[in-house]
């Protein structure tokens, strides 16, 4: 499980003085790119490969109130990737400083190809390098199917 620590400032907490939900979901993007750079998958790297990462949905669950003062972590584990590596899904926990679970999120998206803008599956160096990682006791493997457990249509106001 990949770990990355936040203080939580000002700046993050709501009109309630804790932490925002535009909050929670500013540390899981930033814990998913520090990963992904950390496993050798930067912005620069995406680039190069013309390809880009996309939420479908983050499914929030909030069990306990954070508030400023104390640093939180946040957790990411693999939880799906489709064998071309096109969808993937994680899994992220937030701990405060004693290590309680105070909140849990389901994320899935997938990569477009940037020029396109379009789904993509992955190039091979990037795909082997995410099946050599650290898998959660439950992954599996992701097809279309999945991505459309949640599904929810347009509707326009025209």
Same mark, same amino acid.
């Given at each position: 499980?990949?770990?990355? /620590?936040?203080?939580? !400032?000002?700046?993050?907490?709501?009109?309630? !003085? *804790?932490?925002?939900?535009?909050? %929670?979901?500013?540390?899981?993007? @930033?814990? !998913?790119?520090?990963y992904?750079?950390?496993?050798?998958?930067?912005?620069?790297?995406f680039?190069?490969?013309?390809?880009?990462?996309?939420?479908? %949905?983050?499914?929030?669950y %909030?069990?306990?109130?954070?508030?400023?003062?104390?640093? $939180?972590?946040?957790?990411? /584990?693999?939880?799906?990737?489709?064998?071309?590596?096109?969808?993937?899904?994680?899994? @992220?926990?937030? %701990?405060?400083?004693?290590? #309680?679970?105070?909140? *849990?999120? /389901?994320?899935?998206?997938?990569? $477009?190809?940037? #020029? #396109? !803008?379009?789904?993509?599956?992955?190039?091979?160096?990037?795909?082997?390098?995410?099946m050599?990682? /650290?898998?959660?006791?439950? =992954?599996? =493997?992701?097809?279309?199917?999945?991505?459309?457990? *949640?599904?929810?249509?347009? #509707?326009?106001?025209?």
């Amino acid at each position: 499980m990949f770990l990355k /620590e936040f203080e939580v !400032r000002w700046s993050d907490v709501d009109a309630n !003085r *804790h932490l925002a939900n535009s909050a %929670y979901i500013n540390f899981m993007s @930033h814990t !998913r790119m520090a990963y992904l750079s950390k496993i050798g998958f930067g912005h620069k790297e995406f680039e190069a490969f013309g390809i880009g990462p996309v939420v479908f %949905y983050e499914h929030m669950y %909030y069990f306990k109130e954070v508030f400023p003062g104390k640093p $939180i972590r946040v957790s990411l /584990e693999w939880k799906g990737l489709s064998k071309d590596g096109m969808f993937f899904e994680f899994h @992220h926990n937030f %701990y405060d400083a004693d290590g #309680k679970n105070v909140g *849990h999120c /389901e994320m899935m998206g997938a990569f $477009i190809d940037m #020029k #396109k !803008r379009s789904l993509t599956g992955l190039p091979d160096e990037i795909l082997q390098t995410f099946m050599a990682e /650290e898998k959660a006791a439950d =992954f599996k =493997f992701l097809t279309k199917e999945d991505t459309r457990k *949640h599904v929810r249509l347009p #509707k326009d106001l025209v």
